[in-house]
């Protein structure tokens, strides 16, 4: 079995419901499994159009971003960034 720790560091930290999905279905279910966690993020959080920026994250001067996203604790942004 592949586990998504080999690839993404500390993601069954965060997503501990998702730890037995195959990374397949994770990215197959992705746009769901990002909408479903966004409605659980505290009020450190703002969230606007299905996006979240944690209140420590910088965002920079045009950046794209694409819903649904979050950008975590402390994430930089950087200049005419698309995501």
């Given at each position: 079995?592949?586990?998504?720790?080999?690839?993404?560091?500390?993601?069954?930290?965060?997503?501990?419901?998702?730890?037995?999905?195959?990374?397949?279905?994770?990215?197959?279910?992705?746009?769901?499994?990002?909408?479903?966690?966004?409605?659980?993020?505290?009020d450190?959080?703002?969230?606007?159009?299905?996006?979240?920026i944690?209140?420590?994250?910088?965002?920079?001067?045009?950046?794209?971003?694409?819903?649904?996203?979050?950008?975590?604790?402390?994430?930089?942004?950087?200049?005419h960034?698309?995501?």
């Amino acid at each position: 079995m592949i586990h998504i720790d080999d690839y993404i560091n500390d993601f069954s930290l965060l997503f501990s419901n998702l730890i037995n999905l195959q990374p397949w279905n994770i990215t197959d279910n992705l746009k769901e499994i990002i909408q479903k966690t966004i409605l659980t993020l505290d009020d450190n959080y703002t969230i606007k159009d299905n996006v979240a920026i944690h209140k420590t994250a910088t965002i920079e001067n045009g950046v794209t971003i694409k819903s649904p996203a979050i950008i975590g604790e402390n994430c930089y942004v950087g200049a005419h960034a698309y995501s």
